[in-house]
């Protein structure tokens, strides 16, 4: 019985042992190649010291070593955390001391930059390497470095099982309206019941050849690993800077499967892409998660593909998936986030903790087996979030706890729902949930600024856009493109204004605290 993970992977490895598993460039695993590596980097991670439970940060490109270790943490008992590879050092050192990382994997070309982020993390007790040919020094940093291909060579040692479909799989870091990223909690159940409910609405079997464009960090980018390892499907793991890359991979590997976020759409809904121009007969669907697909973009999409299904989705990282719109509905409802995903209950709860009317706006409120388990080490914002369903008597509900998501909805007379707006200041852009107070924090950083503040406006590609607002320090006389060039190098491209405005003061309220809703009046938006 398939209960953990990677149990999924033997599975798949026994039942079809020579089918094309992982592909990335030139480099083809097979099911049992994997399932042989991974049980000999579980093994290896077991000999560097990981219990059960301890949490193993994996910080890598998108790529086959990436894609072994989450399984590999899973077989020795640890908790991945996987984190994206456009990260920053001081963001990686916030996420390895919050959850008290017992190991890091990373590779030659990450380390050098690491070393003296590493040398702050007191829990850290081993490095586990992965060659990409970069210079692999670390000066400063006094801890056991293991090789990751040696520790990945196939073991004819087992690496026996350790806990219950209910432990702790993962933490996948986001951000929230304040402060900085926390981990969100998921089991090995949680993990698996998106598995499974995904390739039921989206008819995924063994014979998929599923792009892997978005980060495993992201749930959405995880569960396309996880979704065609349970059905034995191949996952093509790629990166790419231009469109047609993109493009070149889905003919070159006759791709039949693909998610991805508002933002590559837009690129590749673009003349030089050419997507238009590509015969594309095996790309049997598309699925956009991350924020509403612009129609224009919709549209181009869709006359490009013709033979390809579209779904439009919807879900949020503490609840994974939570509603889809079936492709014979796009027609009609091209602004809709669909209905429940299967399994799934979705209610649209008002201020009262009532259900809402059609037409009513309220709180989309999540019920079913992909809810979280809460946020690493957050009891207060758990319980925020995670709450007792507002429908069900606590003698019928027992202990189960449903998600309130924080965006508000509205649902039409068929039930059908549509995406109005977040209950919070939470910027989401490209699919990405960005912090206010983290940018501010690095713009404040850059020792030019006495006021800064950032909200998120509307943008037809990215969903939303940063906007800051800053008050320049006395005597200094500001350069919002030189400010622009000092958030690029501080932090990921989509955390970077897209404008800067210079105030002479930020508007207050009575007690002293930035007026924020004041700001977005001023961009035209509702406070």
């Known amino acids: 019985m398939d209960f953990l993970i990677h149990r999924m992977l033997r599975t798949s490895a026994a039942r079809q042992p020579d089918k094309e598993a992982l592909v990335h460039r030139d480099e083809r695993l097979g099911y049992a190649e994997m399932a042989q590596r991974v049980n000999g980097l579980a093994c290896g991670l077991r000999e560097a010291g990981v219990e059960r439970r301890d949490r193993v940060g994996i910080f890598l490109d998108h790529s086959v070593p990436l894609a072994l270790s989450i399984f590999a943490v899973s077989q020795a008992g640890g908790v991945f955390v996987p984190i994206n590879a456009v990260l920053y050092p001081d963001q990686v050192g916030h996420i390895a001391n919050d959850c008290q990382m017992k190991g890091l994997i990373t590779s030659t070309s990450k380390l050098p930059a690491l070393a003296p982020v590493l040398a702050t993390v007191p829990s850290l007790q081993f490095l586990v390497i992965v060659d990409d040919g970069g210079s692999a020094r670390a000066d400063g940093v006094a801890l056991p470095v293991h090789d990751f291909a040696r520790l990945s060579r196939p073991s004819a040692q087992a690496c026996p099982d350790l806990g219950i479909d209910r432990d702790l799989a993962a933490l996948l870091y986001t951000s929230g309206s304040t402060g900085k990223p926390k ?254 107070t983290e940018v501010e924090e690095i713009l404040f950083s850059s020792g030019r600024l006495r006021g800064a503040a950032v909200i998120g406006i509307p943008d037809d590609i990215l969903g939303q856009a940063v906007k800051a607002f800053v008050v320049a320090r006395e005597g200094e006389r500001l350069d919002t493109a030189s400010l622009m060039e000092f958030c690029a190098t501080r932090m990921p491209r989509y955390m970077v204004p897209a404008a800067i405005e210079v105030l002479d003061e930020l508007p207050k309220t009575g007690t002293g605290k930035v007026d924020y809703p004041a700001l977005r009046r001023r961009e035209g938006l509702a406070a």
């Open 183 to 436: 981990g969100v909690m998921v089991t090995h159940a949680q993990v698996m019941a998106g598995s499974s409910i995904v390739s039921t609405y989206l008819g995924i079997a063994e014979s998929e050849r599923i792009l892997s464009v978005l980060p495993f960090s992201f749930d959405a980018g995880l569960n396309q690993l996880m979704t065609a390892v349970q059905q034995g499907a191949t996952c093509i793991l790629t990166r790419f800077v231009f469109a047609r890359e993109i493009v070149q991979v889905l003919e070159r590997e006759r791709i039949t499967g693909l998610a991805g976020v508002p933002t590559v759409w837009a690129l590749l809904a673009q003349p030089s892409s050419a997507l238009a121009r590509t015969p594309l007969p095996h790309l049997r669907y598309i699925t956009n998660t991350g924020g509403r697909m612009p129609k224009a973009v919709l549209d181009q999409l869709r006359k490009a593909l013709p033979n390809a299904k579209v779904f439009l989705m919807y879900g949020l990282t503490e609840a994974f998936r939570s509603t889809y719109l079936p492709p014979e509905e796009v027609d009609r409802r091209p602004s809709s986030i669909g209905k429940a995903i299967p399994n799934t209950e979705i209610l649209v709860i008002n201020d009262d903790g009532q259900p809402c009317k059609p037409g009513e706006v309220g709180q989309l409120v999540h019920r079913g087996p992909t809810v979280s388990s809460g946020y690493w080490g957050r009891t207060d914002l758990t319980n925020e979030v995670l709450r007792p369903h507002p429908l069900i008597p606590a003698e019928l509900g027992g202990d189960e706890r449903v998600c309130y998501s924080g965006d508000l909805v509205t649902m039409d007379e068929d039930g059908f729902l549509y995406y109005i707006g977040r209950r919070d200041t939470m910027i989401k852009s490209s699919g990405f949930r960005i912090s206010p």
